[in-house]
């Protein structure tokens, strides 16, 4: 049995355009999600289950950078969790200007003794963070560099309208600028999913030009509800849910024309999986 993740509704437009990226083209992608109700989590889904299950040259690894993970604010954030979540060396920390503080030495009484109130305080200085980070960088990206010889790594930023203007200007200019991006030559992928209409008003420097832009519509229209009223029959079926092709179509157009967004319909249609299982089989 394969999670629900490896299912996707319709998206043959946006995958067949993403197709060369995750085949191992590096580039920039911009997906435009506008509204509340586009379903950027279940495509985040998707995109990670088709990297995982692909055949590919390639050993696959993504990580996600989301407003909802602390562990991705901030740009030393980001460089540690690509260290960890892309399995590359980290520099080791440098302890040569660490200052040693002893309490209490050779203190000799007759009795016991008790010490309140001691107040330690170790001033950071800003020259040594912005070296570390510096140097973090650059160790990363030499790290990519030799990595992406025979594996590709993508990173998907999920929702960067959100996030302050002097964020997104220290993304652009100590990330990207003169580092991440000298990689995409190399196959880095970057997919940023945001509001298009949202992000004009946070900054001129993020997201970077993009390689491509595919958009994400809140609503299946056209052939594209014909397409996922397709994908839902297969898994009905291949799950046993209907026990013919009447049984699954009803189903299928049941749940499409009573949800109320994209969105919805994957809400809805996890729930059924939660409930009743799924078939290892993975519609496309």
Request: charged letters at 25%; aromatic letters at 8%.
């Amino acid at each position: 049995m394969t999670s629900f993740s490896s299912h996707r509704l319709d998206w043959r437009s946006q995958f067949e355009s993403l197709e060369p990226y995750l085949a191992g083209r590096g580039g920039v992608v911009h997906v435009h999600a506008a509204g509340t109700n586009a379903p950027k989590r279940a495509f985040v889904k998707a995109i990670r289950a088709e990297l995982r299950t692909r055949k590919s040259p390639y050993e696959q690894l993504a990580l996600l950078v989301s407003p909802e993970d602390a562990g991705t604010h901030y740009v030393p954030d980001i460089v540690r969790q690509c260290f960890n979540g892309f399995k590359l060396t980290a520099p080791t920390v440098d302890r040569s200007t660490s200052t040693p503080i002893t309490i209490g030495n050779s203190a000799e009484v007759g009795h016991d003794f008790t010490i309140n109130n001691v107040s330690i305080t170790s001033e950071i200085d800003p020259y040594d963070t912005s070296a570390r980070d510096y140097h973090n960088i650059r160790s990363l990206c030499s790290e990519l560099k030799s990595a992406l010889k025979t594996r590709r790594f993508t990173l998907i930023f999920v929702d960067t309208h959100t996030w302050d203007k002097i964020d997104l200007d220290i993304l652009e200019q100590r990330l990207w600028t003169g580092a991440l991006a000298e990689l995409v030559n190399h196959g880095l992928l970057v997919i940023d999913i945001f509001d298009p209409y949202l992000m004009e008003e946070r900054s001129s420097f993020w997201p970077p030009d993009p390689s491509q832009v595919l958009q994400l519509p809140e609503q299946f229209t056209g052939t594209a509800y014909a397409h996922a009223e397709e994908d839902l029959i297969a898994i009905a079926l291949e799950a046993s849910w209907s026990k013919t092709a009447e049984e699954a179509r009803g189903y299928a157009k049941g749940l499409l024309e009573t949800s109320s967004s994209i969105q919805d319909v994957y809400a809805r249609l996890g729930l059924a999986v939660a409930r009743k299982g799924v078939s290892s089989a993975s519609p496309r």
